[in-house]
């Protein structure tokens, strides 16, 4: 199946700076997904993008597919972006395999 | 609408003890899916759908079994639990890969605890 690895895997940042997360993975992919697992445990969509650049106020993505790498942008951080990122991609029947996350901590 | 729900959100059972858990969706959408998370991992995939009426096998499928009588319900039974299926649970759905957009949406996750 098709590996993905994220890194880093933790992440302490101090309220307002700005941060990159990391996703590599082994083969070409039909879907590419950026989820935030909040401390309640709940998986937020974050983006859907398999290809291209994205935006949604503070955060913002970027998928190489021909590269197989993604990049998930975090500006001006805040004690709520605090929790696991995780990078999960498909190929066929869109099954989705999950890299292990980015644990992340904002701290005041 | 409610995308993903998942039923219960927590449950203890003991060893050998069997249930059920329920995963509904209304966005019409043609795949599910359910997950299991452990500690410090990622999701792995135990069983998934394609259509009403199919199911087959993902990563980690031994112990369970999966029912999608219907197209908006899939069940994920445990008939013998034993305390390696500890974990959280979670259901997904998407639309199918003939399409242009197959994100997948999940449900809040059910906490199994096996004693």
């Known amino acids: 199946g098709i590996q993905v690895e994220q890194s880093p895997p933790d992440l302490i940042l101090q309220e307002g700076a700005n941060s990159t997360l990391r996703c590599n993975f082994s083969?070409?992919?039909?879907?590419l997904q950026w989820f935030h697992q909040n401390p309640w445990g709940q998986l937020i969509n974050l983006f859907y993008i398999p290809s291209g650049t994205k935006q949604n106020g503070r955060l913002s993505a970027t998928t190489v597919a021909t590269e197989r790498y993604s990049l998930l942008y975090i500006s001006s951080s805040q004690t709520t972006d605090s929790g696991v990122y995780f990078c999960?991609?498909?190929?066929?029947?869109?099954?989705?395999?999950f890299g292990k996350g980015n644990q992340v901590v904002v701290i005041p | 609408n409610a995308g993903v729900t998942q039923t219960p959100k927590f449950r203890v059972l003991k060893t050998g003890q069997s249930m059920t858990l329920l995963c509904a969706q209304d966005m019409n959408h043609e795949y599910m899916y359910w997950y299991r998370q452990d500690p410090g991992m990622g999701l792995r995939l135990i069983h998934y759908s394609v259509g009403e009426g199919t199911t087959a096998k993902g990563e980690v499928p031994d112990g369970y079994n999966v029912s999608r009588l219907k197209k908006q319900n899939f069940l994920l039974g445990l008939e013998s639990a034993a305390p390696s299926q500890t974990s959280v649970y979670f259901c997904?759905?998407?639309?199918?890969?003939?399409?242009?957009?197959?994100?997948?949406?999940f449900g809040q996750g059910t906490r199994l605890t096996v004693v």
């Open positions: 083969d070409s992919v039909n879907n």
């Open positions: 997904a759905s998407s639309y199918g890969t003939g399409g242009l957009n197959t994100e997948a949406f």
């Open positions: 999960a991609v498909a190929r066929g029947n869109n099954r989705l395999a």
